[in-house]
């Protein structure tokens, strides 16, 4: 093979370095080879108790039933998915949240990310007319695995937020909100393809309100192009939501759910809910790209989708676990920031695993202070990865990390009283 073996333009985007890359590189490895990091990094969900004693439970059960075990990891299911599971899943939303489709209009991916990769490369990009149309994110700072999933360049417009206090500005506490305005005024400029937004949102654990979103599908509707919901955090499952929020569903509106946050990363099973072209498009995909999904997430998820297990969950075990947590570290970050004079805020806590600090006094871009806080056994995710498609220079995009406070209680603390005492010193 010759030493200067050329990749593909493609290949080049696809193994050029990333955010996503250093955040699961780091989150690899501080699982597997360096257990001393304090992770506060990466999205990985905590192994919570209550939640995977169901999962061990339901495990054993299905060793015992018969040769299940044996047509869960032996067998091909459909590449739009187990069709057991797809209607089980269709009618559960029928039942509970009243919405009008069938298994036709679901259909089961390798995760999420690789649900945004399909949807983001067959709706947008370039057309065989010539057009090139983008993905327009209502508000940034948005998920930084879409940042470089489009096959062709510059294929997202992002608009900043409008930022209020809430509380006032002595809680420390802000909230990002969605500034229509210039969401209109994008939409008017810029040839788009589709809306999509993270609710609630990685990395803010913002939870636009169901007015934002209500706007954003008046919009979409209006401009003829789909609103894609990443709900990997929110309702109706895992629901890990602290606020109140509506699970959200027209015809023109694509629904992304999962199964990693209840606690099954490694099952790599996400769920579409789509018009049916789309949901037929997305298995085909799938069919090219890795012949049919996993079996083991849909198999072992299958009695908690009939039975609508699932929808408990998130109100019996996941949202009081995550909310305590967020309450304590909130606590250690006031306490830490405080005592070392630093000038800090965090968003408002409303769901997910993270907490977005911002510290306006900090002389350095954050990526230069997740360098640091890594040579101290530290690990964060910096913020400037999180606003990509803006337009012009925002001092705010170098000011801001995300912490996920959802690994070990110690860790945690240890790792926010670091991080006060490095930005001590970079501020």
């Not at 679901?106 to 065989?128: H, P, R, V």
């Not at 809306?195 to 979103?213: K, L, Y």
């Not at 890795?290 to 609508?308: K, T």
Request: charged residues 20%; negative net charge; glycine residues 8%.
């Amino acid at each position: 093979m010759p030493s200067s073996l050329p990749f593909s333009a493609m290949g080049h985007k696809l193994t050029a370095r990333s955010g996503i890359l250093e955040l699961m590189d780091d989150l690899g490895r501080a699982m597997t080879i360096e257990p001393d990091m304090r992770m506060l990094g990466g999205g990985n969900p905590a192994h919570v108790p209550a939640m995977q004693q169901i999962i061990r439970e339901r495990m054993v059960q299905m060793l015992g039933e018969g040769d299940a075990f044996e047509r869960m990891i032996g067998n091909y299911d459909p590449p739009q998915g187990n069709p057991r599971f797809l209607k089980a899943m269709a009618v559960l939303l029928q039942r509970s949240l009243g919405w009008n489709l069938g298994p036709e209009n679901l259909a089961i991916t390798c995760g999420g990310q690789t649900a945004f990769f399909y949807l983001f490369n067959l709706l947008a990009g370039k057309f065989s007319d010539g057009r090139r149309r983008k993905v327009l994110l209502p508000l940034a700072p948005e998920y930084i695995g879409y940042a470089d999933q489009g096959i062709d360049a510059d294929l997202f417009v992002a608009c900043r937020p409008h930022i209020t206090w809430p509380k006032g500005e002595a809680a420390n506490e802000f909230k990002y909100g969605i500034d229509f305005e210039a969401v209109e005024a994008a939409l008017k400029k810029e040839d788009i393809a589709l809306m999509a937004v993270s609710r609630p949102t990685n990395p803010t654990g913002n939870v636009h309100t169901d007015a934002e979103i209500e706007r954003l599908s008046v919009l979409a509707e209006e401009h003829d192009i789909p609103l894609i919901i990443d709900n990997a955090y929110g309702a109706p499952f895992p629901n890990v939501i602290f606020t109140e929020a509506k699970p959200f569903h027209a015809p023109h509106v694509i629904l992304t759910m999962s199964l990693s946050k209840l606690g099954l990363p490694g099952t790599r099973t996400a769920i579409v809910v789509a018009p049916e072209k789309i949901a037929s498009a997305m298995g085909a995909m799938t069919a090219i790209a890795g012949l049919a999904n996993g079996n083991v997430g849909q198999q072992l998820a299958l009695p908690w989708v009939e039975s609508g297990q699932i929808l408990e969950f998130g109100q019996q075990i996941l949202r009081p676990y995550y909310a305590e947590r967020s309450a304590h570290a909130q606590a250690w970050t006031r306490e830490f920031f405080t005592a070392a004079g630093v000038h800090w805020a965090l968003h408002a806590s409303e769901g997910a695993f993270f907490h977005w600090l911002w510290l306006p006094d900090l002389k350095i871009p954050t990526r230069e202070l997740y360098e640091r806080l890594k040579k101290r056994k530290v690990l964060v995710v910096p913020g400037e990865y999180f606003f990509f498609g803006l337009e012009g220079d925002w001092p705010h995009s170098r000011q801001c990390l995300r912490l996920n406070y959802s690994g070990n209680a110690d860790a945690v603390r240890e790792g926010l009283k670091i991080i006060a005492e490095e930005a001590a010193k970079a501020s």
